[in-house]
Nanobody, 126 residues
Framework: VQLQASGGGLVQPGGSLRLSCTSSGLNLNSYTVAWFRQAPGKEREGVSVHRSRYSGGRIYYSDSVKGRFTVSRDSAKNTAYLQMNNLKPDDTAVYYC??????????????????WGQGTQVTVSS
């Protein structure tokens, strides 16, 4: 099952974007949903993890985005969101949403998520 990430684009430093993650074949409310990103020449990096309601529902952020990024879900729309504020050039990357049931100690590893899709490009530049 694939996920669809959207909402990327070009934004100036200090600006905001909201990414959306949807799935036509997966009830996201039952899964842990995470956002990863990958910049050219860099390793894939976990940005946020929103544990499923069955595993506590807690939200985690990487230190690089804490205080600037916020995740949420709209259960009725089966959509997860990543609100990104005060964007910096270092945030430039392809952003991916993924879903799965990773254990807590492995939630920051992309390979532990069974469902993902094409990412969306975020470019922060003046």
């Amino acid at each position: 099952v694939q996920l669809q990430a959207s909402g990327g684009g070009l934004v100036q430093p200090g600006g905001s974007l909201r990414l959306s993650c949807t799935s036509s074949g997966l009830n996201l409310n039952s899964y842990t949903v995470a956002w990863f990103r990958q910049a050219p020449g860099k390793e894939r990096e976990g940005v946020s993890v929103h544990r499923s309601r069955y595993s506590g529902g807690r939200i985690y952020y990487s230190d690089s985005v804490k205080g600037r990024f916020t995740v949420s879900r709209d259960s009725a729309k089966n959509t997860a969101y990543l609100q990104m504020n005060n964007l910096k050039p270092d945030d430039t990357a392809v952003y991916y949403c993924v879903a799965g049931v990773p254990i807590l100690s492995a939630q920051w590893e992309f390979r532990n998520y069974r469902h993902w899709g094409q990412g969306t490009q975020v470019t922060v530049s003046s």
